[in-house]
């Protein structure tokens, strides 16, 4: 038989864990190995439990769902975490996908909907909920104008880098391919959003596919 999908539940509200811990439990192929209620018991959970899928919460006091992302794929760069919240805010979307999410859905979901997301981000696939998927399309349609070839004053290395953020690669991944520390990859990556004068990763990766520099 094949191992169950290890899930870990990351929220600060008892009976949303709960109320998902129940659920889940019932679905085949999937174990909820763990339940903390704020960021950093989440990474120490994750430590111990290694977990394929982490259900995150954004809204959390002292470290939110963004930074918790952060952290806990500097550590275990393959696991999955899938964002579960009531807010669709352009101000907490970007800032989680960029960090590395796997996959956005609301907390009004089904559950079955939930339960297909894991079972989908564990085979590799992400699911963005439709409002979510919407404003990525739109944030890609945006600008029709042409670009200023920015990417001009890249250094080679910042290039090789701008690549592979284009390629939605995190920054671990980065790392590991081009030999170099995940703190150089992050300075690089800060070096790139100033020349390109873009705010986050989605929009470097943004102007690389339209410069035909993503491949």
């Known amino acids: 038989m094949e191992e169950p999908i290890k899930v870990l539940l990351v929220d600060d509200h008892e009976m949303v864990r ?5 659920v889940l439990d019932t679905e085949d192929g999937i174990e909820v190995v763990g339940e903390a209620s704020n960021g950093v018991d989440g990474i120490r959970l994750a430590q111990s439990y290694r977990p394929d899928v982490v259900l995150m919460d954004l809204v959390m006091e002292g470290m939110d769902g963004v930074e918790t992302t952060a952290k806990l794929l500097e550590t275990h760069p393959d696991c ?13 979307i970007y800032p989680v996908i960029e960090a590395g999410a796997f996959s956005y859905l609301l907390k009004t979901s ?16 992400s699911v963005l909920e439709s409002q979510v998927a919407a404003k990525m399309m739109n944030r890609f ?9 920015l990417h001009d ?14 390629q939605g690669k995190s920054n671990q991944e980065i790392a590991d391919e081009l030999f170099i520390g995940v703190k150089t990859v992050k300075f690089h990556v800060t070096n790139i959003f100033n020349k390109l004068n873009v ?17």
């Open 80 to 92: 999955k975490v899938i964002v579960l919240t009531s807010f669709i805010d352009d101000s907490k």
């Open 18 to 22: 709960i109320g998902l811990a129940a």
């Open 153 to 166: 004053d890249l250094t080679e290395r910042e290039m090789d880098v701008l690549k592979r953020v284009a």
């Open 199 to 215: 705010e986050d990763r989605t929009q470097a990766a943004i102007y690389a596919h339209k410069q035909g520099i993503a491949d």
């Open 110 to 125: 089904r559950a079955s909907e939930i339960a297909e997301a894991i079972r989908a981000a564990a085979r590799g696939q």
């Open 141 to 149: 349609r945006a600008p029709k104008q042409e670009q200023p070839r």
